[in-house]
């Protein structure tokens, strides 16, 4: 069974940092992806950021690219999502999902059977 936790998330002002975290178990990290998603209420589900378990390799959507990193920490069994220079359009509730295969992109939510019950990011500006 596969388990994802995410935390990290809180309250920032524009311009500051944040970095959620996502602990997960039952998850073969190199056979699979794992992606970081956001949702805003009256907006679909969005991914930002993914990371191939098996080759590290990344990808990133363009409204976060270059302020945000996403990392594995394969000792302990955590992604991780670095958020620099926080924009108030990044204020959403972040999910960390995973699937057991590969994209070439960022893929849409219905394409990753396994998610976190999500961590709130709220930026003001």
């Known amino acids: 069974q596969v388990l994802l936790v995410e935390s990290g998330g809180a309250s920032v002002q524009a311009g500051g940092s944040l970095r959620l975290s996502c602990s997960a178990s039952?998850?073969?990290?190199?056979?699979?992806?794992m992606v970081w998603f956001r949702h805003t209420p009256g907006k679909e589900r969005e991914g930002v950021a993914l990371?191939?378990?098996?080759?590290?390799?990344?990808l990133y959507a363009n409204s976060v690219r270059g302020r945000f990193t996403v990392s594995l920490d394969h000792a302990k069994n955590t992604l991780y999502l670095q958020m620099n220079n926080l924009k108030s359009e990044d204020t959403a509730m972040y999910y960390c999902?995973?699937?057991?295969?590969?994209?070439?992109?960022?893929?849409?939510?219905?394409?990753?059977?396994?998610w976190g019950q999500g961590t709130q990011v709220t930026v003001s500006s």
């Open positions: 999902a995973a699937a057991n295969r590969f994209f070439g992109y960022l893929p849409g939510p219905n394409q990753c059977p396994y």
């Open positions: 039952g998850f073969t990290y190199n056979s699979g992806t």
């Open positions: 990371l191939n378990g098996r080759y590290g390799n990344t």
